[in-house]
């Protein structure tokens, strides 16, 4: 006791002391003069310490740890506890410099310049026992608050070297309370803990018509450190009960100028809001520990960032890099060879930056901005792991992060001004409901509810300037989550997850400018991916649970918007988006026991968006090049069973869209209003399919999947030269392989619903008039494989049911799945509108077969019964064009198709001709008779003679290009032969011949070369 009464007299005089010094400088800051201007330079760091109602427990007798409640810090001590209303003050050996030079001429040199460096670090412990080979309890009620004033205001306005501004406000909190800790003992806590930390303020200064004057670098940062409600029993028994709240903030608004000035009014504002929290977790070895806590935690930085730079030059500028996010480890819990429990609930915020505004009209190199916000909230709760224990969690999560915000800037008049750059990450990474056990048995529980957004629209303008008003940014969306899993090793595990949550990345880029050079154009490449796990269950020779529900929306960008009428290469879009989850849920594999698993899944996902522009009486305006990339990737209701019964129950929703619609228009212009775009689409179908050897599988799936990528595109060019062009290459794959069963000794089964979607790009529309203006050229390639609903039984059973409606749509075709019947390439609509409804085109190299003229209704009917073809009617019936083309002829393989025209193939056609050609140059041009209702030939009338007064207009030269064996080069072959005209050659012996279907082969493209 003697040694405790000596130390607690050290501290009350050491107190005493330190409260003494600090009225003696209070005293005399009240006593300097109200009008002299601030010190240049303060800086300080201050460590407030309050340590109140601890335990420790020990062999000899329980201890209360001796109270202490002081403040450590470079600069003056306000109170025991300081409060809000304190007041800044310099460190005393600054002060005493400064006040040494207040009304001299020395005070002129530092016109206004300020240096702020303030670091708070609170430290609140309280409500913990620890009992070492003995007992401990603690009870305890503790609050701290703590404040420092960081406001800014100084002037640099009309000189050089003026106003700047250099600061750093952080708060960093740090709380340890109602901890338990059991070793050889038994160690109980029962507390509510309160720790309240703020700092910063508006920093306001002023460059206007100065020279490297009112400038701002300023750190605001609010980072709390939590450690509460943990219980640990080593050898002992630990209990837990705690209820904490942290609150810290280091907000302020940032607002400066350079309007008429060089390098002035630039402003760098550097907000950091991580919180950091490890919570409820309980962890026993050969003991016993539980824990019950309630937590939440709030952390404020930065503010509104507000300059000007009109005009100037190098003025005005924005640079904010952000960082928010809760990272927290809360409620796991850990056996081994003990008991371990955890109860908690979490609720946190964290919010790191805002709105961004500049001016930078009539500038050089000013009003620019450059965002780089990161939202990175990080979780691990309610997570169970035992060895040859128990262990069990319950926990829910409520996380909301926000970094950066919306940007505004004008770039009009100007000079590399007005531009923005944005790179804004949003991501969630979360382990949430997982339970893991060895020869022990394991339960997490969680419910997860999270929101991460970073960035926000976009805005700026480059009117009548040279390289100002362009955008450029690349969101990216990216959870990244393992929950609701499950795995044992000789023991029982169950994991259980119902999770919400939003992942949110910029917003929209919209830019404007008439009459500029190099000026508001869009450069975006918004990505938005989904890496989850959720609802796995695995075991060896155990028993695994896993029930698990995904709620998940995940958008990146939004739709670009950009004008560039009467300009140079100005408004025009190029635009990347992709949208690509990649998801494994509700799938089971057990070798020897049980597992059962149910997820529910419902994934919203969207990249980029609308694409709108104008370049009208603009040279190189208004262009957009999009490509955007969807897949569907997911591995969902598998069962796996080795001598177990396996069983896996899902449904699934998804949605994956990357890019949207394009629209432009280059009415009057040059090279203007063109759309480019390469719009792949990939959806690998792998649902519901089981496997089981010596054992029981089964799975019951319902899923509806739906990838787009792109969307239609529309561009308008009247009186324009090289303008309203449409070139696009839609390609779209499938991959099947659902449903299926396979039993070795066993028995599996699936019932497995699934309707899926899969779009690249869309219609295509252009109007115009000029030279290689309004034209559209598009080769959409498509391909489709599937393995669907197919037993496999190897002295097992299997049985597979469920339904299946799976369809593509590429380009401006729709249906199902028909990679087969897909064109190889559709050629120009100009090219129909040279023939008449009863003219058929002449094939050059085909000079056996003249299609120029038909043949006589009575040549045909002697074809009958030698052509592969239905059963014909009668002469004279006409017949009904076929909607759709008919399959195509697999002879083995794709490779070995044979060259099909309108369903007839042309190796036969070609041989019979030969065949029935009469001799004779009389006879010549004439073939024998074929039935009216053959289904691929024209109404047989007689073609009259080629119109001549048209041509083809003139196409490159060179270029020699190829698809699957088609030529591709437009010119080879338009020389016509005397006195007819003919269209390009077309191979009779490439494969990808019959992938045309020849009734749409000159209609299919709108607008003609």
């Avoid at 609150?247 to 309007?259: M, V, Y």
Wanted: glycine residues 14%; proline residues 7%; hydrophobic residues 35%.
């Amino acid at each position: 006791m003697q040694t405790w009464a000596k130390r607690g007299i050290q501290s009350a005089f050491v107190t005493g002391g330190l409260l003494m010094l600090g009225t003696g400088i209070a005293s005399a800051q009240e006593n300097v003069n109200p009008d002299a201007a601030p010190s240049p330079v303060d800086a300080g760091v201050s460590v407030p310490v309050k340590v109140d109602q601890n335990n420790l427990g020990t062999p000899a007798k329980s201890l209360n740890v001796p109270k202490i409640d002081r403040t450590i810090s470079t600069d003056r001590v306000t109170s025991a506890v300081p409060v809000r209303s304190a007041a800044p003050v310099a460190h005393p050996l600054i002060k005493q410099a400064a006040d040494r030079v207040q009304g001299t001429a020395a005070q002129g040199l530092f016109r206004g310049n300020t240096v702020q460096a303030h670091v708070d670090v609170p430290i609140n412990i309280c409500g913990n026992a620890i009992a070492v080979l003995g007992n401990s309890e603690a009870a305890g009620d503790c609050s701290q608050d703590t404040h420092r004033d960081g406001t800014i205001v100084t002037d640099g306005q009309g000189q050089a070297l003026a106003g700047n501004v250099v600061a750093v406000n952080h708060v960093l909190p740090v709380q340890i309370t109602g901890n338990a800790i059991a070793a050889g003992g038994n160690a109980t806590t029962n507390t509510t803990a309160e720790q309240v930390s703020t700092t910063g303020g508006d920093i306001t200064t002023n460059g206007d018509k100065g020279a490297v004057s009112g400038n701002v670098v300023a750190e605001q940062g609010a980072t709390p450190v939590q450690i509460t409600g943990n219980g640990v029993g080593a050898v002992g028994i630990a209990a837990a009960n705690s209820v904490a709240h942290t609150f810290a903030s280091s907000e302020g608004d940032t607002a400066t100028s350079g309007k008429n000035s060089s390098i002035s009014g630039n402003a760098v504002p550097i907000p950091l809001s991580p919180l950091f929290e490890v919570n409820g977790n309980s962890a026993a070895g050969a003991g016993n520990a539980s824990t019950d806590s309630v937590q939440s935690g709030t952390a404020y930085a930065g503010g509104l960032t507000h300059t000007d730079g009109d005009p100037a030059t190098l003025a005005g500028n924005i640079a904010e890099p952000a960082l928010a996010g809760p990272i927290t480890v809360d409620d796991n819990s850990a056996a081994a060879g003990g008991n371990s429990s955890a109860t908690s609930a979490t609720t946190n915020e964290s919010t790191a930056g805002g709105q961004k505004n500049t001016n930078g009209v009539g500038s050089t190199g000013s009003g620019n901005i450059a965002g780089a916000p990161i939202s990175l909230p990080v979780a691990a709760g309610g997570n169970g792991a035992s060895v040859v224990g128990n262990a069990l969690t319950d926990h829910s999560n409520v996380a909301n992060s926000t970094a950066g915000g919306p940007a505004y800037t004008l770039g009009d008049k100007s000079v590399l001004s007005g531009n923005i750059a944005d790179v804004p990450p949003a991501t969630a990474v979360d382990a949430c409901g997982n339970g893991a056990s060895l020869g022990g048995q394991a339960a997490g529980t969680c419910e997860n509810d999270v929101k991460s957004v970073t960035g926000g629209y976009q805005g700026n303008t480059g009117n009548d300037s040279v390289g100002s008003g362009n955008l450029v940014q690349t969101p990216l969306a990216a959870p990244a989550e393992v929950y609701g899993v499950a795995g044992t090793l000789a023991g029982q595990a169950s994991g259980s997850a119902d999770e919400v949550k939003v992942v949110r990345s910029s917003g929209q880029p919209n830019t404007q400018d008439d009459k500029g050079t190099v000026s508001s154009n869009i450069v975006t490449a918004p990505t938005a991916v989904a890496p989850q796990v959720f609802g796995f269950t695995a075991g060896l020779v155990g028993n695994t649970t896993s029930d698990s529900a995904n709620d998940t929306t995940v958008k990146a960008g939004d739709d670009p918007k950009a004008w560039g009428k009467k300009s140079s290469v100005s408004g025009n879009i190029v635009q990347v988006p992709s949208s690509t989850p990649a998801q494994v849920f509700g799938d089971g594999a057990t070798l020897v026991g049980n597992n059962s698993t149910t997820a529910d899944n419902a994934t919203d996902m969207a990249a980029g968006g609308d694409a709108h522009t104008n370049g009208d009486q603009g040279s190189i305006a208004g262009n957009v090049i999009s490509a955007p990339v969807a897949t569907g990737s997911q591995l969902a209701g598998w069962s796996v069973a080795g001598g177990s019964n396996v069983d896996s129950a899902v449904t699934n929703d998804l949605d994956s869209v990357a890019g949207g619609d394009v629209a432009s228009s280059g009415n009057g212009g040059s090279v203007s209003g063109n759309l480019i775009g390469a719009q792949p689409a990939a959806t690998p179908l792998l649902p519901g399919n089981t496997v089981s050897a010596a054992g029981i599988s089964k799975s019951d799936v319902v899923s509806d999947t739906n990838v787009v990528s792109g969307g239609k595109s529309q561009s308008q060019a009247h009186d324009a030269s090289v303008s309203g062009n449409l070139i696009h290459v839609p390609a779209n794959a499938v991959a099947a392989v659902y449903a299926d069963a396979v039993a070795a000794a066993g028995n599996a089964t699936t019932a497995t619903d699934e309707n899926s979607s899969t779009t690249a790009g869309g219609l295509m529309e252009t109007d115009g008039s000029g030279p290689l203006t309004a034209r559209e050229m598009t080769v959409p390639v498509e391909a489709a494989a599937g393995i669907i609903r197919v037993p496999i039984e190897v002295l097992g059973q299997a049985t597979t049911t469920g339904t299946g409606a799976d369809l593509q749509s590429t380009g401006e075709q729709e249906g199902t799945l028909r990679a087969t019947q897909l064109k190889g390439i559709q050629l120009p609509k100009g090219v129909d509108s040279l023939m008449k409804a009863d003219e058929v085109p002449a094939f050059h190299g085909i000079d056996q077969l003249p299609v120029n003229t038909l043949p006589s209704p009575a040549g045909l009917q002697a074809l009958a019964g030698q052509l592969p073809t239905p059963q014909l009617p009668a002469v004279g019936e006409l017949p009904t064009l076929p909607q759709e083309r008919s399959n195509l002829p697999l002879n083995g393989g794709t490779a070995g198709i044979t060259p099909n025209v309108q369903g007839l193939p042309l190796g036969q056609v070609l041989a019979a001709a030969q065949e029935l050609l009469p001799t004779g140059a009389a006879a010549e041009r004439s073939l024998p008779s074929l039935p009216f209702t053959a289904p691929a030939l024209p109404v047989p009338v007689q073609l009259p003679a080629l119109p001549t007064e048209r041509s083809l207009p003139g196409l490159p030269l060179d270029g020699p290009a190829s698809l699957s064996g088609l030529n591709l080069n437009p010119t080879d072959g338009l020389a016509p032969k005397a006195a007819e005209r003919a269209l390009p050659q077309l191979p009779v012996n490439a494969p990808a011949l019959a992938m045309i279907d020849p009734a749409n082969l000159f209609q299919t493209v709108t607008g003609s070369l």
